[in-house]
């Protein structure tokens, strides 16, 4: 009797995450059409050609994963939820490139690729937007620079291509010491604008 009880159990339980899985997986595909906002997300990267040899590019290489939702879901017809994606998770690696300066602060150009190599993402003139917090990390002159950077993204190819500008904000720490840069991405005010049925701000 308690074994079939378990038995009825575990198979309703199993019968419950076949249809999350299923659920799940529709919701990853689908064309990627209008405006998908920023749920979660973090980067990290090294910078190369900074230190020991000053005068050489300064260059970033890391990793980042985000996870975004397409606005206004809910208010779309049965037909348009079959069709556009309500869930975006990209993960991969990216470089950026030291472009130029304003003032003392600097400005980067980015290109993120993601795992599967079925596209990328590319960003221009990305800065920091607030007053930066600096303190002392150890040798003199060295120091950590934290504050709110805006990433640029302008255009995007492969499964991307349909990706116009769009507006990432995050909370960055930059090392001097380590020449390591942390990133939090900023839920909600950040996003990316896919062209379609939508037209992008």
Same mark, same amino acid.
């Given at each position: 009797?308690?074994?079939?009880? +378990?038995?009825? @159990?575990?198979?309703?339980?199993?019968?419950?995450?076949?249809?999350?899985?299923?659920?799940?997986? $529709?919701? %990853?595909?689908?064309?990627?059409?209008?405006?998908?906002?920023?749920?979660?997300?973090?980067?990290?990267?090294?910078?190369?050609?900074?230190?020991?040899?000053?005068?050489?590019?300064?260059?970033? =290489?890391?990793?980042?994963? /985000?996870?975004?939702?397409?606005?206004?879901?809910?208010?779309?017809?049965?037909?348009?939820? +079959?069709?556009?994606?309500?869930?975006?998770?990209?993960?991969?690696?990216?470089?950026?490139?030291?472009?130029?300066?304003?003032?003392?602060?600097?400005?980067?150009?980015?290109?993120?690729? %993601?795992?599967?190599?079925?596209?990328?993402?590319?960003?221009? %003139?990305?800065?920091?937007? @607030?007053? &930066?917090?600096?303190?002392?990390?150890?040798?003199?002159?060295?120091?950590?620079? @934290?504050? /709110?950077?805006?990433?640029? &993204?302008?255009?995007? =190819?492969?499964?991307? @291509?349909?990706?116009?500008?769009? +507006?990432?904000?995050?909370?960055?720490?930059?090392?001097?010491?380590?020449?390591?840069? $942390?990133?939090?991405?900023?839920?909600?005010?950040?996003?990316?604008?896919?062209?379609?049925?939508?037209?992008? &701000?």
């Amino acid at each position: 009797m308690n074994v079939n009880r +378990k038995f009825r @159990s575990t198979a309703i339980i199993i019968f419950n995450l076949s249809i999350a899985a299923d659920v799940s997986a $529709d919701q %990853n595909t689908g064309e990627l059409d209008g405006i998908y906002n920023l749920r979660r997300g973090w980067a990290e990267s090294q910078e190369i050609g900074a230190s020991p040899n000053p005068g050489e590019p300064v260059e970033q =290489i890391g990793r980042y994963r /985000v996870t975004l939702e397409r606005r206004g879901w809910h208010l779309l017809p049965p037909a348009e939820k +079959k069709r556009i994606r309500r869930v975006l998770i990209i993960s991969g690696v990216f470089r950026g490139e030291l472009v130029q300066y304003i003032g003392q602060n600097p400005l980067f150009d980015h290109v993120l690729g %993601n795992d599967d190599r079925t596209g990328a993402v590319y960003t221009e %003139n990305d800065t920091l937007v @607030s007053p &930066p917090k600096i303190a002392p990390c150890g040798p003199p002159g060295l120091v950590t620079i @934290s504050g /709110v950077e805006q990433i640029n &993204p302008i255009k995007g =190819i492969g499964i991307y @291509s349909n990706l116009r500008r769009s +507006k990432i904000l995050a909370n960055v720490t930059v090392n001097q010491c380590t020449l390591q840069n $942390d990133l939090q991405f900023i839920p909600e005010v950040s996003y990316l604008c896919f062209e379609g049925s939508t037209i992008c &701000p």
